[in-house]
């Protein structure tokens, strides 16, 4: 049974929606938190439809395959309160895959995509129903209407449920559902402001996000961020360097001679240039920070068991890359780590896999799964895309929010050892801090990629603007490509060549063509009827443009899609990427507090125990004396016993509250920052190299001002000095045989250079440096 809150929003929902269609109103809107029960809420409106009302047929409208899939899934498995058997064995349920309607279906799921193409005519392929087709850019100038079809009446439907509302009730879907006099009745978890006004302010259910938290049908989250260098500012590819070209279908690679310097953005990261240093560095920080993340996931050999994560990605090709990044970071077998997504091998049952086996533990999609598909025991969500609509990223964040048992979860993560109450979004892409808009505007915008104007003429969309700019797109490609590329176009295209097809769009509105059919049409039927002569214009008008689109099947699409962008992509192995911030999301101001609160208690508990935190709080005057082996003890001791507390965990606390300087170079020099700080050495939180940078610049000051003075070369072992304290607290004569000082001569040529002077300095510089 659910919660009584959510038991209680559900029945109230269903008795608001009869008492609304009672009253005559046509539009219903119900907001459930993803997760929550909504569809379920649908289909037992829809069985007290069917049963009470004696509704004849009612449609359920998805926008993608998966999500019908998924629909169909949960009607089979329905069983309502007052009957002991299945919906289906009640019932009769068809999900459309053609553009036959059974007479007796009770209950058509279908995409709104097949459902347009039927009511047009045409042919649809199942390729254009795996992608939501509001995320797209192309919006035709003016809609064609969708004329009447006797063999579906408008009254062909009593009711029809609309999924995912917000996203499939606009532009050239709209007229699908104006099409039919039916009631409707709009899901969504995430409805924006048109949402609301196109079902006339009806909102007969509203259980919001915190509310399903509340009631423990959902679980929150936290934030983890991981940036980089590369992922924030790109990188340049420099002139006279040979540059790896890369084939996205093939994976094909040849170097090219690059002719001038070019800067490449972060946001052409993963499209027009690869470079996997930066997936690398990422999924590395990852890796490594997965034991503080999930600090309770070692089993009783102390081995790590990594959860269910679910990556977002920008591409199919940026998907393949990570996979094989994630694979090797991980040292893992192939099965550790899977992709889903349209274009993969069997994704429903990689899915299902994921869903419900030990293996893959890891899960890269683009969109497949980014929306409306249950993964329960998912608990980590890696952002590598970023996403600017609201409502598409609330839909993605939806993959993690669904509770599960603690014995539903130790099934395929044995290591879990509390119920499943919140999941982490680690953001590497700055997915959490970016703008986001409420919807996607409704005017055109200039810029649509091909994919999309692909995607539009294969649904049948039909329009001036579209044929154009596709050709002109088309036009652009057959300069671009080989001869083997343009055979393989037309092997996939009818035997066409590029030119023809181009040819083909452009004059399916040409005003000549146009005329010329006019005029023939008119000539052979001089004595028709003119209704008749206007219907057989029309008809031959629409046969030449439907001609020039017919060649647009999944394959093609795919094929051009693909070589267009082997064209473009290029291997970035110039620019190694390095993290610039690793950490919980620094808002959180009060976990930061919990934190520093957290640490200062550790090493309060720890100061009579440990030698170097003895010298720091007790006896400051023997910090020359410090050694890199006693920080270590430090370092280890607390990784060991408070996991969180690890340094730059605390770092980013106070950079999290504004009261540090600078950042911390490695674990070690930071836990030395922090001792000093809360030992009171240092006022504030300050660096370590800067600490020892401005003891060594007064240092120096102060000796040059007296009788000595170095000269260029001098200088230059005692800043190797300084920079090895930096990273050692400590100098040694022994440490004069290691890098970097036995490379320039070691403690001889140092005698050389400062003579009897050389064992006060090394002294001078132990106590100073660290003061």
């Known amino acids: ?75 089979m498995a329905y069983v309502p309160n007052d009957d002991n058997r299945k919906f289906t064995e009640l019932y009769s349920v068809q999900r459309l895959k053609s553009g036959y309607i059974a007479t007796d279906s009770q209950v058509c799921i279908s995409t709104i995509q097949r459902l347009y193409s039927i009511l047009k005519g045409t042919e649809l392929e199942e390729s254009a129903e795996e992608e939501n087709p509001n995320e797209k850019k192309w919006q035709p100038k003016e809609i064609p209407p969708v004329e009447y079809d006797p063999k579906i ?65 959902n679980v929150g989250y936290d934030v983890f961020i991981i940036d980089t260098k590369v992922s924030k500012g790109g990188g340049t ?64 050999d102390g081995n790590f068991e990594v959860p269910k994560t679910l990556i977002f990605a920008k591409t199919d090709s940026h998907a393949n890359d990570i996979i094989d990044i994630v694979r090797e970071e991980f040292a893992e077998e192939n099965k550790f780590c899977k992709k889903i997504t349209y274009n993969s091998d069997d994704p429903d049952g990689t899915l299902a896999l994921f869903r419900n086996d030990y293996h893959p533990r890891i899960a890269v999609t683009v969109d497949m799964i980014a929306t409306g598909t249950d993964v329960k025991p998912l608990e980590c969500l890696l952002f590598m895309r970023d996403v600017k609509s609201k409502n598409y990223f609330e ?122 059919i006019e005029s023939r049409v008119r000539a052979e039927k001089q004595n028709a009827a003119p209704a008749d002569i206007e219907k057989e214009i029309k008809n031959q008008t629409e046969k030449l443009q439907n001609d020039a689109a017919v060649v647009f099947t999944g394959e093609l699409n795919t094929f051009i899609e693909n070589v267009r962008k082997a064209h473009e992509q290029r291997i970035d192995l110039l620019n190694p990427d390095e993290v610039i911030h690793v950490g919980w999301d620094k808002d959180n101001k009060d976990k930061a507090g919990e934190i520093i609160s957290d640490f200062t208690e550790w090493m309060q508990e720890h100061k009579d125990e440990l030698t170097a935190l003895q010298i720091f ?43 540090c300087s600078g950042s911390a170079r490695n674990e070690l020099t930071a836990i030395v920052s922090l001792i000093r700080k809360l030992s009171g050495v240092d006022a504030s939180l300050t660096a370590f190299d800067k600490t020892v940078d401005k003891n060594f610049q007064d240092w120096v000051f102060k000796k040059q001002a007296g009788t000595t003075k170095f000269n260029e070369e001098q200088m230059q072992w005692l800043r190797m000095i300084k920079d090895y304290v930096t990273n050692s607290f400590h100098i040694d004569r022994e440490d004069f045989d290691l890098n970097p000082f036995n490379a320039s001569g070691g403690l001889g040529k140092m005698w050389q250079l ?18």
């Not at 969504?188 to 423990?216: C, I, K, W």
């Not at 064992?759 to 003061?771: P, T």
Request: with cysteine; net charge neutral; glycine share 4%.
């Open 395 to 516: 839909q993605m964040k939806g993959r993690g929010t669904r509770t599960l048992a603690l014995d539903d979860l130790k099934k395929v993560t044995p290591t879990a050892k509390l119920t499943k109450d919140h999941f982490v979004i680690v953001d590497v892409i700055g997915v959490t801090r970016s703008l986001k808009t409420d919807s996607r505007p409704l005017e055109k915008k200039p810029g649509v990629p091909l994919k999309d104007l692909l995607q539009a003429i294969a649904v049948g969309a039909c329009d001036e603007e579209l044929f154009t700019s596709l050709a002109n797109r088309l036009a652009r490609l057959d300069k671009q490509i080989s001869e083997k590329e343009r055979k393989q176009f037309a092997e996939k295209a009818q035997g066409r060549s590029v030119s023809q097809v181009v040819k083909g769009l452009l004059n399916a509105f040409d005003p000549d063509v146009l005329e010329d």
């Open 1 to 75: 049974m659910p919660p009584q809150g959510l038991r209680e929003c559900q029945i109230n929902a269903i008795t608001k929606l009869e008492k609304s269609f009672k009253e005559g109103r046509k539009r219903a809107l119900i907001q459930m938190a993803t997760g929550s029960g909504k569809t379920y809420t649908a289909i037992t409106f829809i069985y007290r439809l069917l049963k009470y009302a004696k509704a004849k047929r009612i449609l359920f409208l998805v926008d993608t395959k998966n999500l019908g899939k998924q629909a169909e899934q949960e009607f």
């Open 617 to 659: 709080y007790k006896q400051p005057y023997r910090r020359r004396e410090l050694t890199y082996t006693m920080i270590k003890e430090v370092l280890e001791i607390l990784k060991a016993e408070k996991p969180l507390l690890a340094p730059h965990n605390v770092w980013r606390a106070y950079e999290a509250l504004g009261q």
């Open 237 to 300: 590819l420099w002139k006279g360097e040979y540059i790896e070209h890369r084939e996205r279908l093939s994976r094909k690679k040849r170097l090219e001679l690059q002719d001038e310097d070019e800067t490449y953005s972060a946001q052409q990261l993963d499209k027009d240039v690869v470079n996997p240093n930066q997936i690398r560095t990422i999924i590395r920080t990852f890796k490594d920070n997965l034991p503080l993340i999930f600090n309770d996931r070692f089993d009783k």
């Open 153 to 217: 009446p408008v009254e062909f439907f009593d009711f029809i449920v609309i999924d995912e509302c917000h996203r499939s009730i606009y532009n050239l879907w709209k007229q699908v559902l104006e099409y039919f006099d039916a009631f409707e009745i709009g899901l969504t978890a995430t409805p924006d402001s048109r949402t609301v006004g196109y079902f006339e302010q009806n909102l007969v259910s509203e259980y919001s996000h915190e509310m399903a938290v509340a009631d423990g049908v």
């Open 754 to 771: 400062f003579g009897e002077q050389t064992e006060v300095i090394i002294n001078e510089l132990n106590e100073v440096l660290v003061a």
